[in-house]
């Protein structure tokens, strides 16, 4: 089992910044990959980035190339999403999410966290 908690969503303008927190807990070891996927109502949760637990390759979904950056912290068990340039487009639920397989494909996501919300305004 892992543990994802996640911190650091919130209300900002649009062109402002905000840096999401995920932390992990449990058997870690086995982690593949660490994902951020977010969500607006009546929509499906989409990937928006991730990075290898072992060797921090990162994967961006195009929609967020140049302005967002995924990060860990082996030593503390944390994954970041260090969002700039937002845009009200950007405004969603927010979820962190592991998985032992080298896959972005939602579904083969085991683990999940309770999600943080972020409010971009215009």
């Known amino acids: 089992q892992v543990q994802l908690v996640e911190s650091g969503g919130g209300l900002v303008q649009a062109g402002g910044s905000l840096r999401l927190s995920c932390a992990a807990s449990?058997?870690?070891?086995?982690?593949?990959?660490m994902g951020w996927f977010r969500q607006t109502p009546g929509k499906e949760r989409e990937f928006v980035a991730a990075?290898?637990?072992?060797?921090?390759?990162?994967y961006y979904t195009d929609s967020v190339k140049g302005r967002f950056t995924v990060s860990r912290d082996s030593a503390k068990n944390t994954v970041y999403l260090q969002m700039n340039s937002l845009k009200p487009e950007d405004t969603a639920v927010y979820y962190c999410?592991?998985?032992?397989?080298?896959?972005?494909?939602?579904?083969?996501?085991?683990?999940w966290g309770q999600g943080t919300q972020v409010t971009v305004s215009s």
């Open positions: 990075v290898r637990w072992s060797i921090s390759n990162t």
């Open positions: 449990g058997r870690t070891f086995s982690t593949y990959l």
């Open positions: 999410a592991a998985t032992n397989r080298p896959s972005l494909a939602r579904n083969d996501y085991v683990y």
